[in-house]
């Protein structure tokens, strides 16, 4: 079914929900559901009513997230219009907003994120992927469109999501139960638990504790499959090679073929505990913990089938992560003052199969005896053993945040909030690229069986002062000022790449061919000296020297960093900087229910390091955001009607790709321009039924050319340069157009129950999966369209559906999502050089039961 006849029938079902009998009209004693148009957010770091921010903001609350099943990011995000992202699996996923995306990001060794995640008052914005909070008893999600760096900082150069957690209460004991079951299409079937209970303590404490559980059903296949790699030269009479190769060592995947392996465990909690020291002073410390357990691959290989993927071995992702908060609240004087900080602990271990990628190089080298005869994949006997390659991979993200700011009197005519703000992240990272039987004298250095190593420790930090100021010019006209002065200082120091024999001098007889334990360009023979030289330099002058110990534990030596010639050992690459970003608003309330705004605001994202030595680290880049905007509520409080119209110029972006020899490298790249409409209606309930709808059209497209080599004219001219993406280029991911629709009529029943029935429509236009759309091909040099052969994340719809019983204290419903089988793209990618390139997809049609008890 197409996309066109599923909106319509998706539509149609709306229709028929409005047109449901008019006895609803009879519903006078029952609550209606409130769309919004009093939630109190705190956006600028105080509370508000959401029409009166002066910025494009949505807020999913508390009922809204329960009715509309939400439970993880994936789930909200297509609620909201400005949000675009990648995902390769639950809990790997790269954020983008407004369309500021190169495509790029995501990479341990990559830039930091351009969207800032909030959880209460603490950031927990990592590289690698956003954590995938647990949605359940939250009180709303506030997404913060255009850059939000004076209050956020760094990492909001492009909008802040913030989760707000429900909070502890006083007021009574309070008791909540959910369950579900559900299958899936294609695949197996899943379920949650989840519970609530808030317990007063004292006239003056209370606790809030949260659990649950969930089991995502699988619904990829791994099927049979073959792979044969390049074995002997073919001699021709004489006894000369002829070019040619025999066919050589042939596996298949018998051992771990699996029908809906792609399975997810997620089990976690929460807890509060809130203390009011007198009626000024609280205290609310907290803490998170979360356990999610994947299994299997995310992503189809469309060359093998719908849903279907050939993988050799088993993949599995491993993630967890605790955070300890605390916040203190009080007054002095009569200014509010507000002290946060955090601790966040997270770890990631994963394992990836990765014969893709040496079919790939087979392939690529196959005029010179692919990965066999070239790469020299031997055992310690000499003999060629099988070349594939799996990842062993972990990661240990540790992230530390505190803020102090005061705030005066809100009901004054001017106003300040200020600040400041200290964060340290650091990522301890361990990539293992094990190759089973590989000879010792082959692999890195103290480690047999691994052909490369990653082992580095990444810190970044920032430290700011803050503040923005109010005045009430008019009694409805104000005009808000503020800035955010920022240092950031970030470092990297470890060991990346081959190994090396120390006897072996690269080019000598008896040495084995590059990318092997000989290589002459990357791991081992780049590692200092005590001397403070390369073990490879120290070779080519025929000197005698001795390696200086890792830096970071589980390396063999240390290639990345810096040779202090004082203490005679290693220091981190460091980058820093410092600056300044602004805020200036106007905003006029023209009526106490129409407001005009407009913006121009600033972000910023740090600078960093390369890990190869002969590229720049990279610079900051910046986002500069003009935008007019107006709110409304219409109709007697009846309907919401919010727009803006903005235009973003992106300097000289932050762009991250795999250069030679599948390095990733960070460059700065050309300016782009991005501008855009969103807008948002809610139809409070008339007669049973509720409507809302969100919509965002974003052109973002680049202002000069793109590169090959880094080029500050841009037109890319001299040795070797070329136009990689040329002037005009939209940017990749983020659709021209993307647009959400709710309705849900309510039916009462009895003075103490309802029926409800309900339908969620999303539907998003396609994207380019890569923005570069000429690169040399490995090894052959030809010139390919990396964005032509990922292909394009094709345009999408999809509707949900669901039809319940609400009572005093129970609610059971009866849901279908994805209704009618869709297959959106959430990325495009492959483990190589665009080949064999596959799909992650959203889960298909998912039916299920959905049980709840509130006490």
Same mark, same amino acid.
């Given at each position: 079914?197409?996309?066109?006849?599923?909106?319509?029938?998706?539509?149609?079902?709306?229709?028929?929900?409005?047109?449901? =009998?008019?006895?609803?009209?009879?519903?006078?004693?029952?609550?209606?559901?409130?769309? *919004?148009?009093?939630?109190?957010?705190?956006?600028?770091?105080?509370?508000?009513?959401?029409?009166?921010?002066?910025?494009?903001?949505?807020?999913?609350?508390?009922?809204?997230?329960?009715?509309?099943?939400?439970?993880?990011?994936?789930?909200?995000?297509?609620?909201?219009?400005?949000?675009?992202?990648?995902?390769?699996?639950?809990?790997?996923?790269?954020?983008?907003?407004?369309?500021?995306?190169?495509?790029?990001?995501?990479?341990?060794?990559?830039?930091?994120?351009?969207?800032?995640?909030?959880?209460?008052?603490?950031?927990?914005?990592?590289?690698?992927?956003?954590?995938?909070?647990?949605?359940?008893?939250?009180?709303?999600?506030?997404?913060?469109?255009?850059?939000?760096?004076?209050?956020?900082?760094? +990492?909001?150069?492009? /909008?802040?999501?913030?989760?707000?957690?429900?909070?502890?209460?006083?007021?009574?004991?309070?008791?909540?139960?959910?369950?579900?079951?559900?299958?899936?299409? @294609?695949?197996?079937? !899943?379920?949650?638990?989840?519970?609530?209970?808030?317990?007063?303590? +004292?006239?003056?404490?209370?606790?809030?504790?949260?659990?649950?559980?969930? #089991?995502?059903? *699988?619904?990829?296949?791994?099927?049979?499959?073959?792979?044969?790699?390049?074995?002997?030269?073919?001699?021709?009479?004489?006894?000369?090679?002829? !070019?040619?190769?025999?066919?050589?060592?042939?596996?298949?995947?018998?051992?771990?073929?699996?029908?809906?392996?792609?399975?997810?465990?997620?089990?976690?909690?929460?807890?509060?505990?809130?203390?009011?020291?007198?009626?000024?002073?609280?205290?609310?410390?907290?803490?998170?913990?979360?356990?999610?357990?994947?299994?299997?691959?995310?992503?189809?290989? =469309?060359?093998?089938?719908?849903?279907?993927?050939?993988?050799?071995?088993?993949?599995?992702?491993?993630?967890?992560?605790?955070?300890?908060?605390?916040?203190?609240? $009080?007054?002095?004087?009569?200014?509010?003052?507000?002290?946060?900080?955090?601790?966040?602990?997270?770890?990631?271990?994963?394992?990836?199969?990765?014969?893709?990628?040496?079919?790939?190089?087979? @392939?690529?080298?196959?005029?010179?005896?692919?990965?066999?005869?070239?790469?020299?994949?031997?055992?310690?006997?000499?003999?060629?053993?099988?070349?594939?390659?799996?990842?062993?991979?972990?990661?240990?993200?540790?992230?530390? +945040?505190?803020?102090?700011?005061?705030?005066?009197?809100?009901?004054?005519?001017?106003?300040?909030?200020?600040?400041?703000?200290?964060?340290?992240?650091?990522?301890?990272?361990?990539?293992?690229?094990?190759?089973? $039987?590989?000879?010792?004298?082959?692999?890195?250095?103290?480690?047999?069986?691994?052909?490369?190593?990653?082992?580095?420790?990444?810190?970044?930090?920032?430290?700011?002062?803050?503040?923005?100021?109010?005045?009430?010019?008019?009694?409805?006209?104000?005009?808000?000022?503020?800035?955010?002065?920022?240092?950031?200082?970030?470092?990297?120091?470890?060991?990346?790449?081959?190994?090396?024999?120390?006897?072996?001098?690269?080019?000598?007889?008896?040495?084995?061919?590059?990318?092997?334990?000989?290589?002459?360009?990357?791991?081992?023979?780049?590692?200092?000296?005590?001397?403070?030289?390369?073990?490879?330099?120290?070779?080519?002058?025929?000197?005698?020297?001795?390696?200086?110990?890792?830096?970071?534990?589980?390396?063999?030596?240390?290639?990345?960093?810096?040779?202090?010639?004082?203490?005679?050992?290693?220091?981190?690459?460091?980058?820093? $900087?410092? /600056?300044?970003? #602004?805020?200036?608003?106007?905003?006029?309330?023209?009526?106490?229910?129409?407001?005009?705004?407009?913006?121009?605001?600033?972000?910023?994202?740090?600078? !960093?390091?390369?890990?190869?030595?002969?590229?720049?680290?990279?610079?900051?880049?910046?986002?500069?955001?003009?935008?007019?905007?107006?709110?409304?509520?219409?109709?007697? /409080?009846?309907?919401?009607?919010?727009?803006?119209?903005?235009?973003?110029?992106?300097?000289?972006?932050?762009?991250?790709?795999?250069?030679?020899?599948?390095?990733?490298?960070? @460059?700065?790249?050309?300016?782009?321009?991005?501008?855009?409409?969103?807008?948002?209606?809610?139809?409070?309930?008339?007669?049973?039924?509720?409507?809302?709808?969100?919509?965002?059209?974003?052109?973002?497209?680049?202002?000069?050319?793109?590169?090959?080599?880094?080029?500050?004219?841009?037109?890319?001219?001299?040795? $070797?340069?070329?136009?990689?993406?040329?002037?005009?280029?939209?940017?990749?991911?983020?659709?021209?157009?993307?647009?959400?629709?709710?309705?849900?009529?309510?039916?009462?029943?009895?003075?103490?129950?309802?029926?409800?029935?309900?339908?969620?429509?999303?539907?998003?236009?396609?994207?380019?999966?890569?923005?570069?759309?000429?690169?040399?091909?490995?090894?052959?040099?030809?010139?390919?369209?990396?964005?032509?052969?990922? !292909?394009?994340?094709?345009?999408?719809?999809?509707?949900?559906?669901?039809?319940?019983?609400?009572?005093?204290?129970?609610?059971?419903?009866?849901?279908?999502?994805?209704?009618?089988?869709?297959?959106?793209?959430?990325?495009? /990618?492959?483990?190589?050089?665009?080949?064999? =390139?596959?799909?992650?997809?959203?889960?298909?049609?998912?039916?299920?039961?959905?049980?709840?008890?509130?006490?």
């Amino acid at each position: 079914m197409n996309s066109r006849h599923m909106l319509a029938t998706a539509l149609l079902a709306t229709t028929i929900l409005a047109s449901a =009998p008019a006895y609803a009209q009879a519903a006078a004693s029952t609550p209606e559901v409130d769309m *919004g148009n009093d939630i109190i957010v705190t956006a600028q770091k105080r509370e508000e009513n959401l029409q009166s921010v002066p910025i494009s903001i949505q807020a999913l609350n508390t009922r809204k997230l329960d009715e509309l099943n939400v439970s993880n990011f994936n789930a909200f995000s297509q609620l909201l219009p400005s949000v675009s992202f990648q995902s390769t699996q639950p809990g790997s996923t790269v954020v983008y907003m407004r369309g500021v995306s190169s495509g790029g990001d995501g990479n341990h060794s990559g830039p930091l994120p351009s969207v800032g995640f909030y959880l209460d008052e603490q950031p927990v914005t990592t590289i690698g992927g956003t954590i995938d909070v647990h949605i359940y008893d939250i009180a709303r999600i506030e997404s913060l469109a255009g850059p939000q760096g004076t209050l956020y900082g760094a +990492s909001s150069e492009a /909008g802040t999501v913030r989760i707000i957690t429900n909070k502890p209460s006083t007021a009574g004991w309070e008791g909540r139960v959910d369950g579900e079951a559900n299958t899936v299409r @294609h695949g197996g079937q !899943g379920g949650r638990l989840e519970g609530m209970i808030n317990a007063p303590l +004292s006239s003056n404490a209370a606790l809030r504790v949260v659990g649950w559980y969930q #089991h995502d059903a *699988g619904y990829i296949d791994n099927v049979p499959g073959t792979r044969t790699f390049l074995g002997a030269p073919i001699l021709d009479g004489a006894g000369q090679p002829t !070019g040619a190769y025999a066919p050589g060592i042939t596996i298949n995947n018998a051992a771990v073929v699996k029908k809906n392996f792609n399975t997810v465990d997620i089990a976690g909690g929460r807890a509060a505990l809130k203390i009011d020291l007198d009626e000024n002073w609280t205290v609310t410390p907290t803490v998170l913990y979360q356990d999610q357990k994947n299994h299997g691959n995310f992503a189809y290989d =469309p060359s093998v089938g719908d849903l279907q993927v050939q993988k050799f071995a088993t993949d599995y992702r491993h993630d967890r992560f605790v955070q300890g908060a605390l916040t203190i609240e $009080g007054k002095v004087g009569n200014w509010d003052v507000t002290y946060a900080g955090a601790y966040l602990d997270r770890k990631v271990n994963a394992g990836s199969d990765y014969t893709d990628y040496s079919e790939a190089y087979d @392939h690529f080298y196959s005029s010179v005896g692919g990965l066999a005869n070239y790469f020299y994949f031997k055992n310690a006997a000499g003999q060629t053993i099988n070349p594939t390659q799996f990842i062993v991979a972990s990661d240990h993200f540790k992230k530390m +945040s505190q803020e102090l700011r005061v705030a005066s009197p809100q009901s004054e005519r001017f106003r300040v909030v200020a600040g400041l703000f200290f964060q340290r992240q650091s990522n301890l990272i361990h990539q293992d690229y094990q190759v089973a $039987g590989l000879a010792p004298l082959l692999s890195v250095n103290g480690s047999p069986g691994t052909l490369w190593l990653t082992q580095q420790h990444r810190v970044d930090k920032d430290y700011a002062a803050f503040g923005e100021a109010s005045f009430d010019i008019l009694p409805n006209l104000t005009v808000t000022a503020g800035g955010r002065g920022y240092i950031y200082d970030n470092s990297l120091i470890g060991f990346f790449g081959f190994g090396r024999n120390p006897a072996y001098v690269q080019g000598a007889a008896g040495n084995p061919p590059p990318n092997a334990a000989g290589s002459s360009r990357t791991g081992v023979a780049g590692c200092l000296t005590t001397e403070g030289i390369t073990l490879r330099d120290a070779q080519l002058q025929g000197r005698t020297t001795t390696l200086l110990p890792a830096a970071v534990e589980g390396g063999p030596c240390t290639n990345l960093g810096t040779f202090n010639t004082i203490t005679g050992g290693v220091d981190p690459k460091e980058t820093e $900087g410092q /600056g300044f970003t #602004h805020k200036l608003n106007l905003t006029w309330k023209a009526t106490p229910d129409l407001m005009f705004y407009g913006t121009w605001s600033r972000g910023f994202r740090p600078g !960093g390091i390369n890990r190869r030595s002969t590229v720049a680290p990279y610079a900051p880049d910046f986002l500069t955001n003009y935008e007019i905007g107006m709110k409304s509520t219409l109709w007697g /409080g009846k309907l919401r009607f919010n727009a803006t119209i903005y235009q973003q110029d992106w300097k000289k972006f932050q762009f991250a790709f795999l250069g030679a020899n599948s390095f990733t490298e960070i @460059h700065n790249g050309p300016n782009a321009r991005i501008r855009g409409i969103e807008a948002d209606v809610n139809l409070r309930p008339i007669n049973g039924l509720t409507l809302t709808t969100a919509a965002a059209y974003t052109d973002a497209k680049t202002r000069q050319n793109l590169c090959f080599v880094d080029d500050p004219t841009y037109s890319c001219t001299g040795a $070797g340069n070329f136009v990689s993406t040329p002037k005009g280029t939209r940017l990749p991911i983020t659709p021209l157009f993307k647009i959400n629709g709710t309705a849900r009529y309510v039916v009462p029943v009895s003075a103490t129950a309802r029926v409800y029935g309900q339908a969620v429509v999303v539907h998003q236009s396609s994207a380019a999966s890569d923005i570069r759309t000429a690169i040399p091909e490995t090894f052959t040099g030809t010139i390919v369209n990396p964005a032509e052969e990922l !292909g394009r994340l094709r345009a999408y719809t999809t509707a949900d559906f669901a039809l319940g019983v609400e009572l005093t204290s129970y609610t059971a419903e009866l849901f279908v999502q994805n209704a009618f089988d869709e297959r959106a793209d959430l990325s495009r /990618g492959a483990e190589c050089c665009q080949f064999r =390139p596959t799909i992650t997809t959203n889960t298909p049609r998912t039916i299920g039961l959905r049980l709840g008890a509130k006490f």
